[in-house]
């Protein structure tokens, strides 16, 4: 039984309508109550996210994006939603990531409000066996907002 009590919250966006009702069937299966789950681009559907969330709440924020990385509109999104104070991301190619990085890392402009993020941390995962392909794990953080009170 999956442990639902270590995060109050959890918004799941995912393109693929298929595996957004897997992803419900499992929750459901599982006995976890406290997901709720979006189908549609990242693009569009993020911004949607982020507001389900109150606004004092604190954000872990966790991406797996498409090869090619984030939409410029999605990295503006997790910059100006200062309650996001970590971000996990995924790469499956990380040579193709380098703008992400740089945006998500970059000093506050007219196009990427809020504060950056900063590196923490990075492991490499070998999901494919037997290939030059592996995954990347990247941890972000930056400070927490000034006035939270809660974890959601």
């Not at 929750?27 to 982020?50: I, S, W």
């Not at 966790?62 to 996990?88: K, Y």
């Not at 066996?129 to 953080?141: A, D, G, I, N, Y």
Request: aromatic letters at 6%; glycine letters at 4%.
């Amino acid at each position: 039984r999956a442990k639902q009590w270590y995060q109050r919250r959890v918004r799941g966006v995912e393109i693929v309508e298929s595996a957004v009702r897997d992803a419900r069937q499992n929750a459901d299966r599982n006995g976890v109550r406290n997901v709720t789950f979006l189908a549609g681009n990242a693009k569009h559907t993020t911004q949607k996210a982020v507001k389900m969330i109150p606004e004092r709440g604190r954000i872990i924020a966790i991406v797996d994006p498409p090869r090619n990385g984030l939409h410029p509109e999605v990295i503006a999104c997790l910059r100006r939603t200062e309650a996001i104070t970590e971000l996990v991301y995924v790469s499956c190619d990380i040579t193709q990531i380098t703008d992400n990085i740089v945006a998500l890392c970059g000093p506050t402009s007219r196009r990427y409000l809020g504060d950056p993020f900063r590196f923490e941390r990075a492991i490499s995962v070998d999901m494919f066996p037997h290939t030059k392909k592996f995954e990347v794990v990247m941890h972000f953080r930056r400070d927490a907002p000034t006035n939270p009170t809660n974890d959601d």
